[in-house]
């Protein structure tokens, strides 16, 4: 039997700790033995009601498991009634429990999680592969920080905006390889790019506005929006990226519209580039409407054909931007650094609003890779790992000629960790993903990118597989989209 050790829960909020106990051999889900804990711990008066319960990150930390895992547990017991969840408060115990007789039928929102199998093949969004991540570097530039004579520096508070040194070396970058034209003032760094998504939400939107988004597209940028009390207006993508039409349509029937969101480099998911034509267009919209475009540039480091599309923002005539992108990807996913970047009093707002949730980013480890940057380690690295994922595109391009060739139809993506996969005849993409879960392949329905009716589309990450994972993942998609 493998199991984890028991591991507090709840720590600093009760003066005792809640144990749980995951057993990976257990024929239950994951998520539900962690919501059955919860419901005992409950039962047993540990915890009460009104109680606040650890956040999603926290508990995943916690428990050494997967986000997205305590978040189908925490789901299912809102769903059940169990505990409730208030705005810009957190996740409570609710006052009023439900009666539990020791079984449930599992929602059918839930039905995507077996308990029969872990997944040992995961075709993500499109992550970069961690074990290339150059952590000897980085771990050597942090020692070398700590044994400085001014490092007692380091441990005090400094800007909100980030390190200086750190943030004129992103300027820098973003202004000689982006064709950005900013002033110091202009740039804020961040805990990744989800922060800076969230200080702009709340720095350009109020309750009432409304945000023009991509369908399919990107919902954690979406949640953070709704989270600033913003209305949500779809709009399609084709293969020319955002329609532009349908954003001057929405301009003429909305007046709260006060950004468009879009990811123009590669699309998330469909990975295409918008073209100039729409991106002068969007520009033009933009500077009639007086609305902020907001970009998210989250992977333009990866692109292999040609010099990459330079980003809206960098246009002469792109007055009101918010470009958010990170290098989180570049160094390594667990590296929470992105950044911000607009006007000067956006960006004010923006810091004002960090300094009060988080004082100041990680200052070592934004010394430490600044120390790579001038070293060169990352250009060397980047080097490295785009000749990599560019020759595993291409053996990934080639495996669906080989199994998917009049099953789906695909374009071999210029740049990106991903390709947007769709099927030929309309099939049940939940149903496709249950299937494949079963034999231990994770991939994410198309609801994950969807508004409304679920895209009829696969987004399917290359980067972070082996070459034998990804024929076998391949192989048995297409069997899933045969039967």
């Known amino acids: 039997m493998v199991q984890n050790p028991q591991i507090p829960l709840v720590q600093m909020l009760r003066p005792w700790e809640l144990q749980i106990s995951i057993n990976y051999d257990c024929s239950k889900a994951v998520y539900l033995q962690i919501a059955d804990a919860i419901i005992e711990a409950i039962k047993n008066g540990k915890l009460s009601g009104n109680d606040p319960l650890p956040?999603?990150?926290?508990?995943?930390?916690?428990?050494?498991?997967?986000?997205?895992?305590?978040?189908?547990?925490l789901d299912l017991l809102l769903a059940e009634g169990w505990i409730v969840s208030e705005p810009r408060k957190g996740t409570f115990v609710n006052k009023k429990l439900p009666e539990w007789k020791g079984n449930r039928i599992v929602p059918t929102a839930f039905a995507t999680i077996t308990d029969q199998r872990i997944p040992h093949i995961v075709f993500d969004d499109g992550v970069p592969d961690?074990?290339?991540?150059?952590?000897?570097?980085?771990?050597?530039?942090?020692?070398?920080?700590?044994?400085?004579?001014?490092?007692?520096?380091?441990?005090?508070?400094?800007?909100?905006?980030?390190?200086?040194?750190?943030?004129?070396?992103?300027?820098?970058?973003?202004?000689?390889?982006?064709?950005?034209?900013?002033?110091?003032?202009?740039?804020?760094?961040?805990?990744?790019?989800?922060?800076?998504?969230?200080?702009?939400?709340?720095?350009?939107?109020?309750?009432?506005?409304?945000?023009?988004?991509?369908?399919?597209?990107?919902?954690?940028?979406?949640?953070?929006?709704?989270?600033?009390?913003?209305?949500?207006?779809?709009?399609?993508?084709?293969?020319?990226?955002?329609?532009?039409?349908a954003v001057a349509e929405c301009l003429g029937r909305f007046n709260n519209i006060k950004a468009v969101y879009t990811t123009p480099h590669h699309q998330f998911p469909t990975t295409v580039t918008m073209s100039l034509q729409r991106r002068l267009e969007l520009i033009e919209l933009s500077t009639r409407y007086g609305f902020t475009i907001i970009e998210d540039d989250y992977d333009h480091e990866f692109h292999f054909e040609q010099r990459p599309i330079l980003p809206v923002s960098s246009y002469a005539h792109a007055a009101n931007f918010a470009y958010i992108g990170t290098l989180s990807k570049i160094v390594a996913p667990a590296l929470r650094i992105g950044f911000l970047a607009g006007s000067g009093e956006f960006i004010s707002r923006a810091a004002a609003l960090r300094k009060i949730i988080d004082v100041q980013g990680d200052n070592i480890m934004e010394q430490a890779v600044l120390q790579l940057i001038n070293e060169g380690e990352i250009r060397r690295h980047l080097r490295r790992t785009t000749a990599l994922y560019r020759k595993k595109r291409d053996f990934f391009d080639a495996l669906l000629h080989k199994f998917l060739d009049g099953k789906a139809t695909w374009q071999k993506p210029e740049g990106g960790l991903a390709f947007w996969v769709v099927p030929e005849k309309p099939v049940n993409p939940e149903q496709i993903s249950a299937k494949l879960l079963e034999q231990g392949i994770l991939l994410q329905p198309p609801s994950q990118f969807s508004f409304g009716a679920p895209a009829?589309?696969?987004?399917?990450?290359?980067?972070?597989?082996?070459e034998t994972q990804l024929e076998e993942g391949i192989v048995k998609f297409a069997a899933a989209l045969t039967d």
Request: hydrophobic content about 40%; glycine content about 6%; overall charge positive.
């Open 55 to 73: 956040g999603s990150r926290q508990l995943a930390a916690l428990l050494t498991v997967n986000r997205n895992t305590v978040i189908q547990a």
């Open 130 to 245: 961690s074990r290339l991540a150059p952590m000897n570097e980085l771990a050597r530039a942090y020692r070398q920080l700590f044994s400085r004579k001014s490092r007692w520096q380091m441990m005090s508070y400094s800007q909100e905006f980030g390190d200086q040194d750190f943030r004129e070396a992103i300027r820098h970058m973003l202004n000689y390889k982006r064709d950005l034209k900013l002033s110091p003032d202009q740039l804020c760094i961040t805990r990744g790019s989800q922060m800076a998504m969230y200080l702009t939400a709340h720095s350009l939107l109020k309750p009432g506005d409304a945000v023009i988004v991509e369908d399919p597209g990107y919902k954690p940028a979406w949640k953070a929006f709704e989270s600033a009390g913003a209305m949500l207006l779809p709009v399609a993508v084709d293969r020319d990226g955002l329609r532009i039409e």
């Open 456 to 466: 009829q589309g696969f987004r399917l990450g290359y980067a972070s597989l082996s």
